[in-house]
Every structure is written in structure tokens, then in C-alpha cells.
């Protein structure tokens, strides 16, 4: 007897693993370009050129400081891109890669462009004296700050969790039955 809608011990199939693993694939994500442009975009597909601005589309990471300068007026964190030097766009508008031998040479590089080795808020950085911070002090600025998630994105992977509960549930009744 073949299986269809119905399973064969009677109740609704849920989303297969693949189906499940495909959505999340597939989930928006936001992109930020240097001068500030948003894109959704999926986010399995990580850093990639704007192909209408040229610029390269960075994850966009949000800052939790309370007393951020950013922070909207609604209470809404300020967003930006992390950009990092490994990337560039090519004459021919496309993402280009810059390979780093080392970790040092990458860290190196990230320095020498006036970056931070991890994402680091922007507008935290107008108000922080980095020399006088201490590493706990450092260390709290950096919990601030992680990569942002669309709202619906959120809503959407609590389903999808739900549906892998659900799909993982079946198959132990399933195996069970045979």
C-alpha cells in the first residue's frame, strides 16, 4: 500500500525533513550596503553585490545597547552591515574574494582597514573610549550586538520548528507501527 496525504497509520503527514531544511533555505534575510541601502534577500546566500548599487550586500546586525545613540525613537535597534576585507567587487560588478593565508593575516588586514575583528555598533563606537575600556567593558559591548532577524523570519523558523517536532513525532510512531 503506497503512502500519500493520509499516512498509512491514519493521520496527515507532516513536512518532510527536506521540505522543512528547503524553508529555512529559503527564509528572508536583511542586507545592509555601506551607504545604508536594505535588501531582502534569502539569507543562505550571504554577501553579495547589489547588483542596482554595485555595493556589496552585508548581513545586517542589530545593537541591543539600551543607550545606543542609533536606537530609533520606537525603541527599535540600530541596524547597520559588518563589513570585513575579504570581500571586494570586481571591475565586472561582481563579489570578489581576497584569500588570507592566516587568521593573523586576516585579522591584520581587518585592522589595517579601521575595522573590529567582530561586529562592532557604529554609533556606540561615536561615544565609546576604547583605550580606557576595560575587557569586561568590551566584552559587553560585543554581547550588544548580533546578527538581526527579519520578524517574520522569526515567526516563520518557530513553525518550521514545530513542524520538525511534529515530522520527528511521526516517524518514531511510524517505525513503531511497522
Known amino acids: 500500500m503506497a503512502c500519500c496525504a493520509l499516512s498509512c497509520i491514519g493521520e496527515p503527514q507532516p513536512l518532510t525533513f527536506e521540505a522543512i531544511e528547503a524553508k529555512r533555505m529559503a527564509m528572508p534575510d536583511l542586507f545592509i550596503t555601506e551607504k545604508g541601502k536594505q535588501i531582502r534577500a534569502p539569507g543562505i546566500q550571504g554577501v553579495f553585490v547589489d547588483k542596482g548599487s554595485r555595493e556589496i550586500a552585508w548581513p545586517a546586525y542589530a545593537c541591543d545597547n539600551p543607550k545606543c545613540p542609533g536606537r530609533k525613537a520606537d525603541g527599535q535597534p540600530y541596524l547597520f552591515p ?89 516517524d518514531e510512531r511510524r517505525a513503531h507501527h511497522k
Do not use: M
Open 82 to 170: 559588518w563589513s570585513e576585507p575579504r570581500f571586494f567587487v570586481t571591475p565586472e560588478g561582481t563579489l570578489g574574494t581576497i584569500p588570507f593565508a592566516t587568521q593573523n593575516d586576516w585579522q591584520k588586514a581587518v585592522k589595517s582597514a579601521g575595522g573590529h575583528l567582530v561586529p562592532t555598533c557604529p554609533e556606540c563606537l561615536k561615544t565609546r573610549r576604547l583605550s580606557e575600556e576595560t575587557a569586561e567593558q568590551q566584552g559587553q559591548f560585543t554581547k550588544f550586538v548580533c546578527r538581526y532577524e527579519l520578524p517574520e523570519s522569526i515567526v516563520q523558523r518557530a513553525q518550521l520548528n514545530v513542524q520538525s517536532q511534529l515530522r520527528k513525532a511521526y
